[in-house]
């Protein structure tokens, strides 16, 4: 088994990328795209007036140039962004496998699908997706988000910059501030490569056609090898961690996990158990000390099982676990975001909240509502989304796939989210894009507002925080990020009131406590870690009925009983059967017996008799050390020949028949199988 | 170790389904159902053969619940609530979402009936649920270590389930009630192909075929269409769930495409309560009514709104449905008293009514009077219309399944006994498979599957990796035409002779191990015993002339042992067909055959008689192993027949 790690990510919106080779497949772990990296770019926009100069097709090159170096010089400003139809960050790593050698990709999250069109419209691309239905769903969506906002930019950017990949030019990359080149390059300078234009719609559905959608803890089985299981991490509607259950052994993947939710289905540690081996993902967003080292995924393949664990272990963990106040410190956030946005409203500001986690926008849409109402303030709420509409129907459809009390609330009569009314009674409204028709006309100021880009260069966030950045009394809600400096660039001057908060996702660091005898390795990023073998040998079950029925003989003077297989082998679920049917008894016929001892060519001549054959002894006393050859004549009832010397034994005759009968005599008095 | 299958109801009957199953130590109850049709301790199963002293909690280790039909559900609340079991219960989704409601319109209609001692409260069902743990289908749920249960859609009503159950190498699957097509609201039933031990299935339509469905709902529109245009009255008695929202379904879209303004009734906020539920669990739906959700969730139902009492004597037309099914008391029995005197109205009556209820005696002949109770009776003028469609599969539909799941043996519950046997007879004859239809209260005891764990050795493991296996992905596309569409398992199996080169060793005291023959003897610490075969045979070299035999010394260095190898080499090559023949030097190989020239005159392998002299043949020693012993006798055979010829030396 080998693992290596692609990209150890960068928390919620870019999950870490892996392969493990396991029985001889190649599995990839999610295919996340690095959306921080449009912050490069300069938004819709920004680029007409102020900036305007900058574009060289107006200036001489030489003048051109001079800005440009000295602009290197001066702190970062918008102009330094790049004015182009941004590319989207993929997976540097990724690039360097063959599409076509990938066996099996598996999908935790929606965030982990965005970069999936790329793999599958490669040539020779022909792996197996597996997602989760709520996360092929809900990644459909935000692609289809993606593409529509990213086809809204060009469409107002135009067709000014037709060589679009002009950036990506040596001699203009050489241009950019250093903080920029480095996003570009990458620290090692090698990831140019991994930027690319954005996917097209079709590639989405095409994308979208060959995943295989399954139930948290539904089996799946990819080519009767791997047993391959979803089970819920807690993060998110639809996020999952995995089990795959093959021949040699269990592995578990751990993926960003949550084990307190008040949107999505509680964590799941059931399929924990019985794994050999478990690889711990994500430990990005570890706040624990704050010193993210370069180490910051690791494996745990155990030496004493973990299957060793009874599942009262795995409870007491959980719920150890449970116990930690996480819970209760993201229900005071949310309660802190609520009484800021009411302040705003208040002071007659209003809120723009672009952020892209569907748990947290669900919660916050109904707590909002609720501080709003019980303020008395009657400030419209806004979700501004392509895909809007379909995202909030979907999520009132899910039972399945969500927390408990939620389900409670299905149960009890009630709609699953509280949005459901919202929308029922006009508090709450939808929009595909800020210039429809339909929103001028209800628009209203103060108000809130949910829509994309978190990255704020793409979707309606760039335009309404455009338009009030400039008021100390709105509210911009959003999360912590990489490099908040250069995503507020063309925002700048900024008087918006700007809060910005941290949700969870992530491993917290649990499980070095859990048991002693298991040893950790880490693995760091861009390298392959060889795990030594989880279990020596693997299992074949064959049915008892059939068991009895080919057992043929016990071995002498031992309590072994021995028999030849005969039937199929079927490799099913991951386990391999022996199978027998009865058409089937013809084509197994043994080819040969394995013969082992020794002859006494007394008892053979005895036996040989019993069948009507007879014959002499000659013994040939040969050299003195090498074993005598003896040699038997028949004569009756044809002329045949024996010799016999050790464990060898030739037999010379010219008939089939006879050749069958002296056979037979010999295995009876040989030990054969 | 054998699989125990109590039926404590549905045997040979319909109603209160419940069969408990004792697999591998585990005890499972499938259905927990009650019996419309009695009024007395008859209507629950008897539980007291479960266990003597009332200790479910140690003698059961879940409940599984197929469906929302009281017919399945009905006794729960009377044996958690009032007998006291306790342990762990599961059903889908909407079965728990919408169970409730089912239980607590039956409970109304126990208690508006005169006489009738409550057996459960409200607040029994209520506590009830709370044990019931929901699950998805296909989502694998560990019950315990051992036990492992998984749903698989069945069609029929909203979240109606087939189980899937296993302990250890034994499983079963329990089917309730299911539809192999889909209708209005609902796909068709759909399972992985498994391993079974023992199916048990219901058989409502154990022998009938039906035609299409479109004719038959056509003619139920027809009719209702018919009887409001004369002015009439429509009842439907339907239980607040399942058959409620597709008849709904189906006028509700037809009214809007013929533009009709009949109002169309739910008699309680019961009904209309349960369109709430049918919204959200719309994922369990057909895919046509799950893809149209985003524009129009197929329960908001623009012509229904709520039945008031006053209106059942109001004039003019109408459409109501009122619970319960079957007309087996309550509102739908209040109506129908008042409906059934007049010619105009019509009363629409399921494809199965249960013995004891009105709408079973309205479909046995046609009754002019009707006693309701003991002291009532009510003319029956109106029309009685009988839907002949139904949420349950055919005849052939239950064929299908068992023929798609190939269990080792069939269990029969849930319909009448003359169909059952037919039934019964058929997958026997038909399909091989051994078929039991018990009745209530008997027990059935199969044999159970048990597989030898046995450790593969890695080199046999390599052994059976070599890539000349016949691969055979099943087919899951030959049972397309049944309308039954089957999840893909793609298992692979691997046919190959080389599994015979694999050996069990069973010791009594160690875990059985399969090792390759070649590893076998080392494991023994035994010497293999060679046997080879040996034939030295004489090939007369005819064509040669007078003139060559007396220059017998000049011409023989010249055709020296290769030349004849060479010779036969060619000789062999077009004899045998599909043999590698190689010649190496001295000899030439074929299989384990070896063959040369042989010089040596007193060879002890020359068995046969000599006729000719020593410069008038040629002689050949072969040698070969066992597994080439037809080969070999080929080869010889082929030797025998053949003059050689020097002739072709000149060529060469
Ligand atoms: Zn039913
Ligand atoms: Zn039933
Ligand atoms: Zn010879």
Redesign the pocket.
């Given at each position: 088994m080998r693992l290596t790690s692609l990209s150890q990510g960068k928390g919620f919106y870019f999950p870490p990328c892996q392969i493990l080779n396991i029985c001889g497949l190649r599995v990839l772990f999610d295919c996340p795209l690095d959306l921080s990296g449009l912050s490069i770019f300069s938004p819709i926009g920004f680029d007409e007036e102020e900036y305007k100069v900058s574009s060289c097709n107006e200036l001489r090159e030489s003048e051109c140039l001079d800005r440009k170096r000295q602009k290197v010089e001066k702190p970062l400003d918008a102009s330094n962004l790049i004015h182009s139809e941004p590319y989207y960050k993929t997976v540097n790593d990724l690039h360097l496998w063959n599409a076509s050698f990938i066996d099996v990709v598996v999908i935790s999250s929606y965030m982990g699908m965005l970069g999936l069109p790329f793999l599958t419209r490669q040539k020779g691309f022909s792996a197996k997706i597996y997602a989760t239905e709520a996360t092929a769903r809900l990644g459909k969506l935000m692609m289809e988000d993606l593409v529509a906002m990213h086809a809204e930019f060009r469409q107002l950017y135009g067709p000014g910059e037709s060589g679009c990949t002009q950036w990506m030019k040596w001699e203009e990359l050489d241009m950019l501030s250093s903080v920029i080149k480095d996003i570009v390059i990458g620290k090692d300078g090698t990831e140019l490569g991994s930027w690319m234009p954005l996917y097209s719609a079709a590639d989405v559905m095409d994308c979208m056609q060959k995943v295989q959608a399954l139930k948290y803890a539904e089996e799946a089985c990819y080519n009767g090898t791997l047993l391959i299981m979803a089970l819920s991490s807690g993060l998110e509607i639809g996020t999952c961690n995995w089990t795959i259950c093959g021949p040699k052994g269990t592995v578990s993947y751990l993926s960003s996990s949550c084990f307190v939710s008040s949107t999505s289905m509680d964590f799941d540690y059931h399929g924990f158990q019985g794994s050999d081996m478990i690889i711990y993902s994500d430990f990005t967003t570890w706040k624990s000390g704050n010193d993210v080292d370069d180490y910051s995924s690791y494996s745990a393949p155990s030496t004493s099982k973990l299957s060793d664990f009874s599942e009262d272990d795995w409870k007491v963990r959980a719920e150890s676990l449970l116990k930690l106040d996480e819970g209760e410190e993201e229900v005071e956030k949310l309660s802190f975001l609520c009484t800021c946005c009411i302040d705003s409203i208040k002071s007659g500001g209003s809120v723009v909240i672009p952020i892209g986690r569907l748990g947290i926008i669900l919660q916050l849409l109904e707590q909002i509502a609720d501080s709003l109402e019980a303020s008395n303030i009657k400030a419209p709420i806004f979700v501004i989304s392509y895909v809007a509409d379909e995202l909030l129907a979907y999520t009132n459809i899910i039972p399945e796939w969500l927390c408990k009390q939620r389900q409670e609330r299905m149960y009890s009569g009630q709609s699953l989210f509280g949005h459901v009314d919202l929308l029922k009674n006009k508090r709450l409204r939808l929009f595909p894009t800020l210039h429809s028709l339909e929103l001028l006309k209800s628009w209203e100021e103060p108000c809130v507002v949910f829509c994309p880009h978190w990255s704020m260069r793409l979707g309606p966030a760039v335009h309404l925080l455009r338009r009030w950045c400039g008021d100390p009394n709105s509210l911009l809600i959003m999360e912590d990020g990489e490099d908040t400096e250069l995503a507020f660039l063309p925002f700048k001057p900024m008087t918006i009131k700007v809060l910005q908060c941290s949700f969870l996702s992530g491993i917290k660091q649990y499980i070095p406590t859990f048991n002693t005898s298991i040893s950790l390795k880490y693995f760091p990023e861009k390298e392959t870690l060889c795990i030594p073998k989880v279990k020596t040998a693997s299992e074949l079950n064959i049915a008892a009925d059939l068991t009895m029925q080919i057992l043929s003989k016990n071995l002498k003077h031992k309590e072994t009983s021995i028999a030849r297989l005969k039937g199929s082998l079927l490799l099913e679920h991951g386990k391999q059967h022996l199978i027998f049917q009865k058409n089937q008894e013809a084509s197994s016929q043994t080819k040969s017996l394995l013969h082992w001892g020794k002859l006494d060519p007394k008892d053979l001549l005895v036996s040989l008799q019993k069948m009507g054959i007879n014959g002499y002894v000659e013994q040939e006393n040969s050299d003195t050390e090498s074993e005598s050859l003896t040699i038997m004549h028949i004569s009756e009832p044809r002329k045949a020949l024996i010799e016999m010397k050790g464990t060898n034994t030739v037999i010379s005759t010219d008939d089939e028949d006879m050749t069958a009968l002296i056979c037979e005599a010999i295995s009876s008095n040989l030990d054969c199988i | 170790m054998a699989i125990d299958c109590l039926v404590l109801g549905a045997g040979q009957e319909v109603g209160k389904s419940c069969v408990v199953v004792n697999m591998n130590g585990k005890k499972i109850m499938f259905d927990c159902g009650m019996h419309m049709g009695h009024h007395d301790h008859q209507r629950y199963p008897d539980f007291s053969r479960i266990s003597r002293t009332g200790d479910f909690d140690s003698s059961l280790t879940c409940i599984i619940i197929t469906?929302f039909?009281l017919?399945?559900i009905g006794a729960l609340p009377y044996f958690t609530e009032v007998c006291g079991y306790k342990g762990p219960i599961y059903m889908t989704y909407p079965t728990k979402a919408l169970a409730p409601l089912m239980l607590e319109d039956y409970r109304k209609v126990m208690v508006d009936r005169r006489g009738e001692e409550e057996q459960f409260t409200s607040e029994n069902i209520e506590e009830c649920m709370k044990k019931v743990t929901a699950v998805d289908l296909k989502q694998t749920v560990q019950v315990d270590k051992d036990l492992q249960i998984r749903a698989y859609y069945a069609g029929?009503?909203l979240g109606a389930a087939m189980f899937y159950a296993k302990v250890g190498d034994s499983a079963i699957v329990y089917t309730g009630?299911y539809n192999m097509t889909p209708d209005r609201h609902l796909g068709a039933a759909q399972i992985d192909r498994l391993h079974l031990d023992l199916l048990i299935s219901e058989s409502t339509y154990g022998t009938t075929i039906r035609d299409s469905k479109y004719a038959r709902e056509r003619e139920f529109l027809d009719a209702v269409h018919k009887c409001v245009t004369n002015g009439g009255k429509v009842l439907i008695p339907t239980f607040a769930l399942g058959r409620a929202q597709e008849l709904c379904i189906l006028l509700d879209d037809y009214w809007e495409r013929m533009s009709l303004k009949v109002p169309i009734y739910f008699s309680a906020g019961l009904t209309l309560q349960a369109n709430l539920y049918y919204k959200v669990l719309i994922n369990w739906t057909s895919q046509k009514v799950k893809d149209a959700y985003t524009t129009r969730n197929a329960f908001d139902f623009k012509h229904v709104c709520s039945f008031d009492r006053s209106l059942i004597n109001a004039p003019g037309p109408c459409v109501l449905f009122a619970t319960p099914g079957m007309i087996s008391g309550g509102f739908s029995l209040e109506v129908f008293k008042h409906w059934a005197p007049y010619e105009k109205n019509l009363i629409t009556l399921p494809g199965y009514c249960v013995a004891g209820t009105v709408g079973h005696k309205l479909m046995s002949g046609k009754p002019t009077k009707v006693n309701v109770d003991r002291d009532t009776q009510v003319d029956v003028r109106c029309k009685i219309h009988q839907l002949s469609f139904s949420p349950h599969t055919d005849a052939k539909g239950i064929m299908d399944l068992v023929n798609f799941l190939s269990p080792k043996h069939v269990i029969l519950v849930h319909g009448e006994k003359p169909r059952m046997i037919a039934l019964q007879g058929r997958i026997q004859s038909e399909l091989g498979i051994q078929s039991f239809c018990p009745a209530n209260n008997e027990t059935v005891s199969i044999p159970s599957t048990h597989y030898v764990k046995a450790d593969i050795s890695d080199t046999l493991r390599r052994h059976s990796k070599c890539p000349n296996f016949k691969f055979s992905k099943t087919d899951s596309g030959e049972n397309s035409d049944t309308g039954f569409m089957p999840t893909p398992l793609n298992p692979l199996q691997v046919f190959d002779d080389r599994v015979t080169e694999g050996i069990l060793c069973l010791d009594r005291s160690k875990k059985a191990k399969v090792v390759h023959q070649d590893e076998f003897l080392g494991m023994l610490g035994a010497e293999k015993h060679e046997l080879q075969f040996a034939y030295c045979c004489q090939v007369p070299i005819g064509n040669l002339g007078n003139a060559i035999e007396t220059e017998v010394a000049n011409v023989l260095p010249v055709i020296d042992n290769g030349s004849w190898l060479h010779l036969l080499t060619g000789k062999l090559a077009i004899e045998l067909n599909d043999v590698n023949i190689q010649e190496c030097g001295e000899h030439i190989q074929v299989e384990s055959i070896s063959i040369s020239v042989c010089l040596n005159d007193d060879c002890p392998h020359r068995i046969s008689e000599t006729n000719l002299n020593k410069s008038e043949a040629v002689y050949f020693c072969c040698t070969w192993l066992a597994a080439d012993e037809p080969l070999a006798r080929n080869v010889i055979s082929t030797l025998r027949k053949l003059e050689l010829s020097t002739n072709l030396t000149t060529a060469g």
């Open positions: - | 469906h039909h017919d399945h029929h009503v009630d």
